[in-house]
């Protein structure tokens, strides 16, 4: 009897030492139940997409991954590199545009899928505009095709998804998808750009000009350095008597012209422009605004800006960046024009009847005589440049008319 009760008792213990009894105490010392294994799986690639036709490196993140793993993107197979049990490191190669599943399969055979897991980004790699850009009379029209190139070799037309421009909307105009329309004599930049947005991204441009055959076309933008556009800017073709006025941008735009391909450009308050212009070329006006100073009077202080006035002085020689100063007096005589500046790079210069006063380095400043008669006479002031080579700064400098004496 007493053997019996000791081996129910055996068996009871171990009935519960292997968590076989609902009845055992969950204090039983030195009892443990391990945790379920963690389950295989893909769960991000990182990054999530890149440019269609270009390797890219990617991570892929998931858990229960084991030491020879392998990689599948599309269903071809990617050399991959086992960084641990949640990553696998490769590179994704190149491929068409779109969504590919990411498989990763584990020695044993276990497979795990992420559907449409990378994504293939297909990007702009070149843009093509073409078409007739010659149009000879108001009203026509033609259609410009933009073509781009995509990363993965794909060329396909853009044009109706593509952002489209003109320069001068009263020489032509363009549609949103690519049809020009002539809407004066002239000529316009036609740009297009795609994709909207995102990058990267691109322009093209082409001239299109309205002109009837044996005529030529002249375009520009008139402004002030160091201020901006000119709008209202009565524009002159001398020879055929032509006008027009610049827009609200500063541009002009006029064709059907004949012979010398002389301009002139007049606003109120400037100084007037006559120039020789390239025919169906783009011309630059910049335009001085009117500086009188009175002899005797305050001084001024204005500034020379990048791209500013260049005014060729004498035979062979330019000042530029440069600026007229008018001075005015109710006598006649000689008076002193005094220029100061502060930059010591620069040495600034003052060309008074007819010749050049050199200025100071050391003093910045230059001193010039000039007569006058009653009334107004001019000077320039600014730097000998007869390489033409562009002031890129801002320059700020001070100009008085001093009377001997005073």
């Known amino acids: 009897m007493a053997h019996s009760l000791v081996r129910r008792a055996l068996v009871a213990l171990a009935v519960c030492a292997f968590g076989l ?21 893909v769960l991000s690639v990182s990054p999530s ?10 991570r892929v993140v998931g858990t229960s991954f084991q030491s020879g793993a392998t990689l599948t993107l599309d269903g071809a197979a990617v050399p991959a590199t086992f960084e641990s049990s949640t990553v696998l490191t490769a590179v994704a190669p190149a491929h068409q545009s779109g969504p590919v599943d990411v498989v990763v399969t584990n020695p044993d055979g276990a497979t795990s899928r992420l559907t449409r897991g990378f994504t293939y980004v297909s990007q702009i790699t070149s843009l093509l505009l073409t ?17 781009a190139t995509f990363s993965d070799g794909v060329t396909r037309d853009v044009s109706s998804e593509a952002r489209w421009s003109t320069s001068i909307a009263s020489a032509a105009t363009v549609s949103a998808a690519g049809l020009v329309t002539a809407r004066s004599l002239g000529s316009s930049v036609i740009g297009t750009g795609f994709p909207f947005s995102g990058s990267p991204s691109m322009f093209r441009s082409v001239t299109v000009t309205i002109t009837p055959p ?3 076309t002249s375009r520009g933008r008139a402004r002030e350095p160091g201020a901006g556009s000119l709008t209202a800017v009565r524009v002159l073709h001398l020879h055929t008597g032509q006008t027009a006025s610049t827009d609200v941008n500063g541009y002009y735009s006029v064709g059907g012209l004949t012979g010398a391909p002389r301009f002139s450009f007049v606003k109120a308050d400037f100084e007037n422009v006559e120039i020789d212009v390239a025919p169906d070329r783009a011309t630059d006006i910049p335009m001085q605004r009117v500086i009188r100073v009175a002899a005797g009077g305050a001084p001024f202080t204005s500034r020379l800006a990048p791209n500013d006035m260049n005014y060729l002085v004498t035979s062979g020689t330019h000042c530029q960046p440069c600026r007229i100063i008018r001075i005015t007096s109710e006598t006649p005589g000689t008076v002193q024009v005094k220029l100061t500046w502060a930059d010591p790079s620069v040495v600034l210069n003052v060309w008074a009847n ?7 380095a050391d003093l910045r400043e230059v001193i010039a005589e000039l007569t006058l008669g009653r009334g107004e006479d001019f000077v320039f002031v600014g730097r000998s440049n007869p390489g033409l080579i562009e002031y890129q700064h801002y320059l700020p400098f001070t100009v008085s008319v001093i009377r001997p004496g005073q």
Do not use: M
Not at 21 to 41: E, N, Q, V, Y
Not at 133 to 146: D, F, V
């Open 21 to 41: 009894s609902a009845g055992c105490s969950d204090d039983s010392p030195g009892i443990t139940t391990p945790p379920p294994p963690t389950p295989f799986r």
């Open 49 to 58: 997409s890149g440019p269609a036709g270009v390797a890219t490196a990617i």
């Open 131 to 147: 078409g007739n850009t010659t149009l000879t009379s108001i009203g026509e029209t033609t259609q410009l095709t933009a073509t």
């Open 214 to 216: 044996g005529t030529f």
């Open 354 to 360: 007819g010749r050049i006063v050199p200025g100071d």
